[in-house]
């Protein structure tokens, strides 16, 4: 073949039909190829152009979530200008190979050099070598396999999960990796195979376990069909793992199921999408299904409420601990305790709202509850006498009930801000601060201590703590409890008791005295008065007997106001003459009075007209007056001087005591005659006195006033009404100094009368033998009462005088009990009798159809008046 023919130039390889048809195809190629990167530059601005347009309009949505949620617009776009980079970089790749290929056919006469074709065998591995990290990177499973379950490629994930290398996977069965949940290998490609033939595609989630760890997994799969010519070739699988979401799911399931709490998913159309059994139980359904046909409306009918919460989900996303009151199966209502959240999409439109409900029914019960036990707790605390005080391990106060005002003139917030002990007695700290080490230390349960505290106006209160550990929910001491009770007024009135027991011990002694000294004095007052009458007596001797006569009788009268006060008779208001009731006041007082040195300045005042009361009454009071005054000068001076005036002011008669003592404040009279208020020293007084008298000055229709002088002292002025119809003159007076003298009765008269007279003084019985003997009167005398039977069985008897208090062998014998068996004694002719006694007597007329009373000391003549007035009563001849 000649040279020529062998070597063709370009153009007339061209010119060739071979040539033409290359020609055409390379310019369709390129034709092809322009198009290509016309298409894939379009591509990437609308993608690019979304990107952004979805950052923009999403924006708002973006900013309500979370900080970290923000930027995922921007990551976004930056996502999708990597993406279409690494696009345009593959895309000129190809395009290099492919005009290689071009170049190399151009030139099928001559071959490519060696340069040409490492440069292409470059190109395409480095193609190859990029397809590959692609496939690499992605986090899914890629599988290429064969109809029959050969491996013919994987990516590098799917070899990490069977901890295969690629060279021990590719052209082995799927089989040998992975199998069914339910450990049959080939059910996993036979048992799809059919369907994914009929489609060439399947989607679905496939339970698989990995033979070489035996856990189970679960997978998102996709697969398609790989075809050439219309047969299919293979298959190509993407599989996400979704183990983890699934066991989630579980637990989540489990959670919704077992929960206590309601939960709840509604539609915000008000459908009721899921429920757990938590829920249907709270709300009284038998099953799910028969809660899920109900609308939210029907179980939550309150519409406002719907709207309410509705808004602020939406406006913020979660609704936390809103109570709302939902209607149970049976029409009862229900409160919960709703928390709600709004799940929405792309563009932020909630699409469902989902949440919890907490049943408050047992809650609010419990409350209920706790509110009436804290109710009545602290109404008992208000209306419990004592002061209740709390304190804790550090002797702080975290508690001070109400009656801290009351008791001690605090208020509470007074109390609580002070140290422990701040207001007792020094004396008295110590014992509390052991107490209260004992009661925290546990040595001690209970204990009570009487602690004297001062008022907030200064005075001392007692009070009795009561002291008792306060225990935590651990049943440990967390603080003492305090229980305080005010004794103060009990403690005097203990005291004002202690003093009317010695006061009554003492009327037992006086009348006991009294009685004993009435005898003698009877003797002495009627002996003086027989010898004083006795005719040939000399005057001097007269004036001496007329000196024992008084003194006898002042001691009479002593004796008779002892009597008197020790055992005063009830309450009896007659006419009273006031000179007389200040002079036996200061008569009872005398000795104290001499004997402290005190002066009483005191003048009689003639021309008032009487009072109506009682005469021991007003005597308690004026004694009372008179001794406060003696304490108080003795409070300043060794002496003083007491003044005593009797006025008249209109209808009213007054009284004024007044002395040169320590005085009244001005702050402490207007409850100087309140009950137990005292202004003397701890012992000194029981502050019951002036509240006494001003008790009986007020039942006499009177008053009392006390007042300060300017130059010292004080002066108390009783008000006594004056009575318009008697006159001191017809009240009843004080006689012990006037003088006495027989009645002037002729001795005939008596002449016949026999006299019985029973007493074991043997001084009574011969005083009144001698004095009625002298005036003609028979008597006979008896020391007991069976020796006055005798005498009366035996005599008929006018009188018997008997006294009221006898003594036979050691014993007491009552004289009433004596004087009826004397009458029972004698015959038809019963005499008068006349009782005999050193007792106080008001009057010697006893009550109708009894006999007559002679009080011890008597007078003969007092003796001769009782027998005129009983032989009168009687119906026999008065003695003329």
Not at 726 to 755: C, N, Q
Request: hydrophobic share 40%; proline share 4%.
């Amino acid at each position: 073949m000649p040279e020529h023919d062998k070597t063709r130039s370009p153009s007339s390889r061209s010119d060739s039909p071979e040539g033409g048809s290359r020609s055409s195809l390379s310019s369709r190629f390129d034709q092809f190829e322009k198009r290509q990167h016309e298409l894939w530059r379009l591509t990437i601005i609308i993608l690019l152009a979304l990107a952004c347009g979805f950052a923009w309009m999403s924006w708002d949505f973006v900013r309500t979530l979370a900080r970290q949620y923000q930027v995922l617009p921007i990551g976004a776009v930056v996502l999708v200008a990597l993406f279409g980079w690494y696009m345009w970089r593959k895309t000129r790749e190809i395009s290099e190979m492919r005009g290689l290929m071009r170049g190399i056919e151009r030139r099928a006469d001559s071959p490519p050099s060696e340069k040409q074709l490492d440069q292409l065998f470059e190109m395409i591995s480095r193609s190859q070598q990029g397809y590959r990290d692609l496939i690499d990177s992605f986090d899914d499973l890629l599988l290429a396999l064969t109809l029959d379950g050969q491996i013919r490629a994987v990516n590098r994930s799917f070899s990490d999960l069977v901890g295969e290398p690629f060279q021990q996977i590719i052209g082995k069965q799927i089989s040998e990796f992975v199998q069914e949940g339910n450990g049959h290998a080939q059910d996993l490609i036979a048992s799809s195979m059919p369907r994914f033939l009929d489609r060439r595609s399947w989607t679905g989630v496939v339970e698989v376990r990995l033979k070489n760890r035996n856990s189970l997994y679960y997978f998102d799969c996709t697969a398609h069909a790989m075809v050439r010519n219309d047969q299919i070739m293979g298959i190509t699988v993407l599989a996400r793992d979704i183990t983890a979401l699934r066991k989630n799911e579980a637990r989540f399931t489990e959670l919704f199921e077992t929960l206590q709490e309601g939960i709840y998913i509604v539609t915000p159309e008000g459908s009721i999408l899921d429920a757990n059994p938590a829920l249907v139980r709270m709300l009284g359904y038998e099953s799910k299904e028969e809660l899920l046909i109900k609308t939210v409306p029907e179980i939550f009918p309150e519409r406002a409420m719907r709207k309410s919460i509705k808004d602020e989900v939406d406006r913020r996303s979660m609704l936390e601990g809103r109570e709302i009151t939902l209607l149970r199966k049976d029409g009862a209502p229900i409160i919960c305790l709703n928390t709600a959240a709004a799940v929405r999409d792309t563009s932020g439109k909630p699409v469902r709202y989902q949440g919890s409900l907490m049943d408050m029914s047992h809650r609010r019960e419990i409350e209920r509850r706790l509110h009436q036990q804290q109710e009545f707790a602290r109404r008992l605390v208000d209306n419990f006498p004592d002061l209740i005080l709390v304190l804790n391990t550090s002797a702080n106060y975290t508690f001070v009930g109400p009656r801290s005002k009351e008791i001690l003139g605090y208020e509470p917030g007074e109390i609580q801000i002070m140290d422990f002990g701040q207001c007792s007695h020094p004396e008295d700290v110590p014992a509390i601060e052991t107490l209260f080490d004992d009661i925290v230390a546990h040595r001690q349960n209970f204990a009570s201590l009487e602690i004297r505290v001062r008022h907030k106006l200064g005075e001392w209160r007692r009070i009795r703590f009561n002291f008792s550990p306060l225990f935590d929910e651990a049943g440990e001491i967390e603080g003492v409890v305090l229980s305080g009770r005010d004794v103060t007024d009990l403690k005097r009135l203990e005291e004002q008791l202690i003093q009317a027991e010695k006061l009554a011990a003492m009327g037992q002694m006086l009348a006991g005295v009294a009685h004993e000294l009435n005898n003698p004095l009877t003797a002495i007052l009627g002996v003086t008065e027989l010898l004083r009458e006795k005719e040939g007596v000399e005057e001097n001797t007269k004036r001496q007997l007329d000196l024992t006569h008084r003194q006898a009788r002042r001691a009479a009268r002593i004796v008779q106001n002892l009597l008197e006060f020790s055992r005063p008779a009830s309450p009896q208001k007659r006419p009273l003459d006031l000179n007389s009731i200040v002079e036996r006041t200061l008569q009872l007082h005398e000795h104290s009075l001499r004997r402290n040195s005190i002066e009483v300045d005191f003048h009689p005042k003639s021309g008032l007209p009487a009072v109506i009361g009682d005469a021991n009454q007003l005597i308690q009071v004026l004694l009372n007056l008179v001794t406060n005054a003696e304490q108080a000068i003795r409070e300043v001076r060794e002496s003083g001087r007491i003044q005593i005036l009797i006025t008249r002011t209109a209808s009213r008669i007054s009284v004024t005591v007044q002395d040169d003592g320590v005085g009244v404040k001005p702050e402490a009279l207007p409850r100087i005659f309140d009950p137990f208020y005292t202004t003397k020293r701890p012992g000194g007084g029981t502050g019951l006195g002036l509240s006494i008298c001003m008790s009986i000055i007020r039942e006499h229709g009177g008053t009392i006033e006390a007042e300060a002088l300017p130059a010292g002292g004080s002066a108390f002025s009783v008000y006594l009404p004056a009575s318009s119809e008697f006159s001191a003159s017809s009240s009843v007076h004080d006689t012990a100094g006037l003088e006495a003298k027989l009645p002037v009765i002729a001795r005939d008269s008596w002449k016949g009368r026999v006299v019985l007279v029973l007493d074991d003084e043997e001084s009574i019985c011969m005083l009144l033998e001698e004095g009625l003997s002298a005036q003609g009167l028979a008597v006979d005398c008896a020391a007991t009462a069976e020796e006055a039977i005798d005498l009366a069985a035996n005599r008929s008897y006018d009188a018997l005088l008997c006294d009221l208090n006898l003594s036979s062998g050691g014993f007491a014998v009552s004289g009433r009990d004596a004087a009826e068996r004397i009458l029972a004694a004698t015959g038809p002719h019963k005499p008068a009798v006349i009782f005999m006694t050193g007792d106080f007597v008001e009057s010697s007329k006893g009550e109708s159809g009894e006999p007559l009373l002679l009080q011890k000391p008597f007078r003969i003549s007092d003796v001769l008046s009782l027998l005129k007035e009983s032989f009168s009563t009687n119906g026999a001849t008065h003695p003329n």
